[in-house]
């Protein structure tokens, strides 16, 4: 009976801490591609949570420094800021975009050629202070893709 308690107790604190992880879920997540030399690049893609959590990192074994970025105007001048953070209002698409908020792929260990693969892991903390990682398979497309548009291929 006592081992019967604790494994109840164990399957009903994982059942609530599974329930607790942020449902998040990402869709059209894409790398723009580089030219030879070129060490940083965007990844693009729409985000969303069931119950609102928040972006707090990313990482990707393509790049040395991963940071969530966000693109501003300030007066006449566009300006480029790392920022710690990114809320995911419940129920809310969140579009990760050229000339907006996206995760930034610094110091490449490689160029990113149209048609590869790049695999990046999202950080995202639950509004109950749980981080969970979400493994995203990014689409490298073209070095002009989103350039002028919203361009896939």
């Known amino acids: 009976m006592r081992r019967f308690v604790h494994l109840?107790?164990?399957m009903t604190t994982a059942?609530?801490?599974a329930a607790a992880q942020a449902q998040v879920t990402v869709s059209d997540a894409w790398v723009?591609?580089?030219v030879p030399g070129q060490t940083a690049s965007g990844a693009y893609m729409q985000l969303k949570s069931a119950d609102g959590a928040t972006l707090v990192g990313a990482?990707?074994?393509v790049a040395g420094i991963v940071e969530i970025h966000e693109m501003r105007?300030?007066?006449?001048?566009?300006r480029m800021r790392g920022v710690?953070?990114?809320a995911l209002p419940a129920g809310r698409a969140v579009e990760l975009k050229p000339g907006g908020y996206h995760v930034m792929l610094m110091d490449l260990k490689a160029p990113l050629k149209k048609g590869?693969?790049?695999p990046i892991k999202l950080k995202v903390r639950s509004k109950s202070?749980?981080?969970q990682d979400i493994e995203v398979k990014a689409e490298v497309r073209d070095v002009t893709a989103g350039a002028g548009g919203p361009s896939k291929h």
């Open 8 to 10: 109840l107790v164990f």
């Open 116 to 118: 590869e693969t790049v």
């Open 15 to 17: 059942a609530g801490a």
């Open 84 to 86: 710690e953070k990114l």
């Open 32 to 34: 723009r591609g580089t």
């Open 129 to 131: 202070g749980q981080t």
């Open 59 to 61: 990482e990707s074994p």
């Open 73 to 78: 105007t300030e007066g006449n001048t566009m």
